[in-house]
């Protein structure tokens, strides 16, 4: 949406030469003529070329999410957020591809998985990516802390919860909010006498889910201004070299790079392989977002999106029998989707009982320290709060 009002607020301004200064100066500009603006880092440019070379696929990247039960708006504005649909993207933390995962958490997917996870093509991760969500939002009952906890992890969003709990919440959704804002502020005032509240819980933390709902509009227009293509894939059932896919298919090595960014001379075997058409010799249909979900699938996803144990309980041992059967159930549908969904449950399983984060959460829960700095910094921002409005009158 454009509002051709503001179009003329930057004649005569002159502008900041770094771009962080240069993006908050444009904000304050845009306020006085607009009112309060959302004003967040981007990827700016950098998702440019990519949505020039990628952009055809997201109908197809949205239907894998949707498979999923996630909304394909939602699941395509955190990819952007995350990577600018780049299957090379690296940070500096070792995440990599689609969705920016760990190259660690990548393999011990990749050691669960019964067929070879590629980290770097986007069709390949977005299922698991797409599953993953499915799993948070199941988990929490909303997609704003399953948001979060990609970003921020699974120890800052329980401790949020708590947080917000303690400050009257009821429901999840309004713990999360209400436990956000207050981090947020604590870690405002001078000082880290706060720091055992909000821990590493930080600003782009409590912005994240706001800025991939913002991405939701730049996904439509996207797919509104690009003509869609399809993708077809098969698993290969021996090593192919590239030279091999470009004779049989008569589309150049850029084209099959453009639907395979991983390949470099040879797709492996057992893998997938990406194209615009299917061609039956170079292995058996996995593309299992081209053709109606299995109604056993459907079944098993319904069930389990409806799912209402509450977070607290799923980092909880005894819970993982209730996690098992629906992995049992996922993998006797035998479609791809669901050895996804199998394998994505495994994987959440392990890492909620062999690392510290219950112990961390239950710990935080019961710290009388806390508590009393949740209390103390309550009381503290209501002062500021009341020195701000008494300067303004």
């Known amino acids: 949406m454009t509002d051709p009002s503001l179009a003329r607020v930057l004649d005569g301004q002159p502008l900041a030469r770094k771009v962080g200064d240069r993006r908050d100066q444009v904000a304050q500009l845009l306020e006085r003529a607009a009112g309060p603006v959302v004003n967040n880092s981007t990827r700016g440019d950098a998702l440019v070329p990519n949505a020039r070379r990628y952009g055809a696929f997201l109908g197809e990247w949205g239907a894998i999410y949707e498979r999923f039960g996630v909304p394909s708006d939602i699941g395509l504005a955190q990819v952007i957020l995350e ?10 933390a070792n995440a990599i591809g689609f969705c920016q995962w ?11 998985s019964p067929t070879p996870i590629e980290g770097k093509n986007q069709t390949t991760q977005a299922p698991y990516c797409a599953a993953y969500l499915s799993v948070l939002a199941t988990k929490y009952g909303s997609f704003i802390p399953a948001l979060s906890e990609h970003n921020a992890g699974g120890t800052n969003v329980g401790r949020t919860l708590i ?56 996904v439509k227009n996207l797919m509104a201004s690009t003509p869609q293509e399809p993708i077809y894939a098969m698993r290969t059932p021996r090593a192919i070299t590239l030279a091999e896919i470009v004779t049989r298919t008569g589309l150049s090595a850029d084209e099959v790079r453009r639907f395979n960014p991983a390949l470099v001379d040879r ?31 459907v079944a098993v996803l319904n069930d389990f999106m409806r799912l209402d144990a509450g977070p607290e309980h799923w980092d909880d041992p005894a819970f993982a029998r209730v996690l098992t059967d629906f992995r049992r159930r996922f993998r006797d549908t035998h479609t791809e989707e669901g050895t996804v969904m199998d394998t994505v449950l495994a994987y959440v399983m392990d890492q909620a009982y062999t690392s510290g984060r219950r112990t961390l959460v239950a710990e935080f829960r019961s710290s009388e320290q806390v508590r009393r700095l949740i209390e103390r910094g309550r009381l503290e921002l209501d002062v500021v709060r009341l020195s701000f409005a008494l300067t303004k009158k």
């Open 267 to 297: 797709v492996p075997a057992q893998s997938a392989l990406y194209l615009p058409s299917y061609v039956s010799d170079l292995g058996a249909d996995i593309a299992f977002w081209r053709r109606p979900a299995a109604p056993s699938y």
């Open 163 to 218: 947080n917000g709990e303690r400050m009257g919440a009821a429901d999840v959704r309004t713990q999360y909010l209400l436990g956000s804002q207050l981090a947020r502020d604590l870690r405002e005032l001078p000082g880290k006498s706060y720091e055992d509240v909000y821990g590493s819980y930080g600003l782009r933390s409590y912005l994240y889910a706001e800025m991939v709902f913002g991405n939701t509009f730049i």
């Open 83 to 92: 990577s600018g649909l780049s299957a090379q993207r690296r940070s500096e």
């Open 102 to 112: 760990l190259q660690k958490n990548w393999k011990r997917l990749n050691r669960i």
